[in-house]
């Protein structure tokens, strides 16, 4: 995982409690990196060690957590990568081209990057079919993403999702 995730799921804890909690969480996860670099990649167990450490010592439910933290990073991906996302007027036009066109470009700029694989399926103008594959497994983080991505064109958005094997099929809708 890229160090922009940690540098946001850092603001994110900081935000949500203070200096102090993270500082805790470095602590208590005896993880040996504490400062991480936006480009540089991390083992994805530094990230799942981080996580487990805040939601046990705050007491938090994964779940509702996830979902909170992926709304929160969105608005952060897209200030960073503001190129990419900017050219798009809808958040259907950025779905169907996530894979495509954004997650190239994100491996061009992040070098190693390791992005998950989006299969995006238009129902019409308002409804969309997702398809997320990743061996991270972390369909709440991409929820609250897409929460997220609601959130910055303005839009209503209703969901739901479900696994289908080892991927998982997200049944949006924006208004």
């Not at 990649?41 to 909170?68: G, M, R, W």
Request: glycine content about 4%; proline content about 3%.
């Amino acid at each position: 995982m890229k160090g922009i995730m940690f540098n946001i799921f850092e603001s994110f804890i900081i935000k949500n409690f203070n200096d102090e909690a993270w500082e805790e969480i470095l602590e208590d996860s005896c993880v040996d990196e504490t400062v991480f670099i936006s480009p540089r990649s991390y083992d994805d167990n530094i990230f799942a060690t981080l996580l487990n450490t805040a939601l046990q010592l705050k007491q938090l439910p994964i779940e509702k957590t996830l979902v909170s933290f992926g709304r929160f990073a969105f608005s952060k991906l897209a200030k960073h990568s503001h190129h990419l996302v900017e050219k798009y007027d809808n958040p259907i036009s950025l779905l169907e081209e996530l894979d495509g066109i954004i997650h190239v470009e994100v491996r061009k700029i992040f070098k190693g990057a390791e992005t998950p694989k989006f299969i995006a399926k238009r129902i019409d103008d308002e409804n969309l079919e997702l398809t997320y594959i990743s061996k991270r497994n972390l369909p709440y983080l991409v929820e609250g993403l897409i929460y997220g991505l609601a959130d910055y064109f303005g839009k209503d958005v209703s969901l739901k999702w479900e696994q289908d094997l080892e991927n998982y099929k997200f049944h949006i809708t924006f208004k």
